[in-house]
DNA sequence: AACCAAGTGGAATGACCTATCCGCTTGTGT
DNA sequence: ACACAAGCGGATAGGTCATTCCACTTGGTT
């Protein structure tokens, strides 16, 4: 703390030189594109390969897989809490209810590292924890107006937001191709079951064989 | 073909000898214990010690995974097509399906191995697809039944079963020891949402400390 | 009691993964 | 232009895993 109390506070202990923050940007951006693919369990090696950097760069940089998470979905999870927010500003509380719900399901549908994100206990990951943190408290805003409105149950619980997450993403881990139709399906009926109201249609059903046909093998059997 | 035309068709190629009898029963337990603690992921090794037996016994009797699978769940799936053939005959169709449904999600909420087991692709065992072809069939006849009650919504399709048991194991799998509460509270939305009529009351939904806290860490990062 | 096919366990192999080490390269301040 | 700290990447150590091999035991039959 005494030497080189330059550089305002703490963060970016000291500037990286140009070409390490290149590389930087590189591995980002090489895991974004891996872990959307593969979630997070991808290998740190199959990353830094895909980044083009040795593997020692890859773990100079981020010395724990959760630093790297952290560092990529930081954005991806800050535009979730935006969502929410702007959620929470819509006129129609059951409207903006819906939309950030279908929202965040069908970004789950499309990138599997954040649909793991989204269900997983951070440890020591601050930005992120901040960000659900804040999208949760937005959301329950939401709740309360939706509520108040006459649209939204009285006995739904913020819990069942996350719990709707962790249920998406166990169907998308377990079905393949028809793993987007199959998610819709869950919301719409998960919807319906939050309505005061609830009868709206339903997205149609996947067909059985497409259900079967996608269903996980068992890449080394962790079928979940 | 010619030799050993012996013993019926062809099932149970040759009589184990009584010690390979036992070994056999002993890894079949075994694994039965270990799957449902830790999920079909668990390793061979892990599986012949808590046996007692040697690694290349288990792999003799069992060559692949898959069989071994097939071999510990041939009964709960057969426990679980009696289950569907019993609710399928029941007096009132919609208790019939409420039961069914309730029983296979919390079956899936003590036993990790058979939460997988329900989800997957079985690829050639034929065992298991059979028994679950014949629950799926008696669960289809429920369904028109329940519907012709009145009670199950119209639009209530076969294939909404697989997706919300994929979604049960996805909550299991995601959060520790309160998956029995976060699975009840899923089960009593998604039933809200299939009933026709449907405002019977939730099950309380856990609290955000258990929901967050049990959360799975990353056990090497496979969120999901 | 003696034979031997059937059965056994542990060592060996090889794939894949995380994480660290270390000699070489390069951006940058002077 | 030079010096050198910062940065680099391949090699490597050490872990887990599935799967095979092989020298040794043993149940059952005669």
Request: hydrophobic share 40%; net charge positive; proline share 5%.
């Amino acid at each position: 703390m005494e030497p080189s109390s330059e550089s305002g506070m703490c963060k970016r202990a000291r500037r990286l030189r140009s070409d390490a923050e290149q590389n930087r940007d590189r591995i980002i951006e090489a895991a974004r594109n891996v872990y959307r693919r593969e979630g997070l369990g991808a290998s740190m090696a199959s990353i830094a390969r895909a980044a083009g950097v040795g593997i020692a760069t890859l773990f100079r940089r981020f010395p724990t897989r959760m630093e790297l998470i952290a560092a990529v979905f930081e954005e991806p999870m800050r535009r979730n809490r935006d969502a929410a927010v702007a959620a929470r500003d819509e006129d129609s509380a059951w409207e903006g209810f819906r939309g950030y719900v279908e929202t965040v399901c069908a970004l789950q549908a499309v990138n599997r590292g954040f649909a793991e994100v989204l269900t997983m206990n951070y440890g020591t990951a601050k930005v992120l924890e901040r960000q659900r943190q804040e999208a949760f408290e937005a959301f329950t805003e939401l709740i309360g107006r939706a509520k108040r409105e006459g649209r939204l149950r009285e006995d739904f619980s913020p819990e069942d937001l996350p719990i709707l997450l962790m249920a998406n993403a166990g169907v998308l881990g377990a079905v393949g191709d028809a793993g987007p139709a199959a998610s819709k399906r869950l919301v719409g009926q998960m919807l319906r079951a939050f309505s005061e109201s609830g009868s709206e249609p339903l997205p149609p059903a996947p067909g059985p064989k497409e259900l079967l046909r996608g269903m996980v093998r068992q890449r080394r059997a962790g079928g979940g």
